[in-house]
């Protein structure tokens, strides 16, 4: 192969490995929305994944259950409660209101008694991934 010939072929490459990892971080940060955060966090709880769950809280909210006490428990039976809640919890896509590293998001929840409300759930961005504060 001559020189030019693996000139092109390495352009191309380069240029075909640039264009995929830029792929990948654009959907990545797309699939990277407060919305999907929370339907992450209760997909995760009520499957009884609380360490998959864990990855969607708020490092504030995790220091919290650091030291346990009789009336807040461990993270992992806070998830469990708070997976055993709702029936149903589904954010209202494209609602978030982002401002800067913080977003609240309109979320329609169906009671334990079948009865519907929306709440408003807030966020923080932590390390570029949108975590759950409960407040």
């Not at 654009?26 to 995760?44: G, M, R, V």
């Not at 409660?81 to 800067?100: H, L, M, T």
Request: proline share 3%; glycine share 6%.
């Amino acid at each position: 192969m001559s020189k030019v010939a693996k000139m092109v072929l390495s352009l191309v490459l380069l240029v075909l490995g640039i264009g995929g990892v830029s792929y990948f971080a654009i959907a990545q940060e797309q699939n990277n929305t407060p919305e999907n955060a929370i339907t992450a966090f209760y997909d995760n709880a009520k499957q009884g994944h609380q360490e998959e769950a864990k990855k969607y809280v708020a490092s504030e909210v995790i220091e919290y259950y650091k030291n346990p006490s009789w009336f807040n428990g461990t993270i992992s039976a806070a998830i469990k409660r708070e997976a055993n809640e709702y029936i149903s919890v589904k954010p209202q896509e494209g609602k978030a209101k982002i401002q800067g590293e913080t977003a609240t998001v309109p979320v329609n929840v169906t009671n334990k008694d079948g009865s519907k409300e929306v709440k408003t759930y807030s966020l923080v961005k932590e390390n570029g991934e949108w975590k759950l504060t409960f407040q």
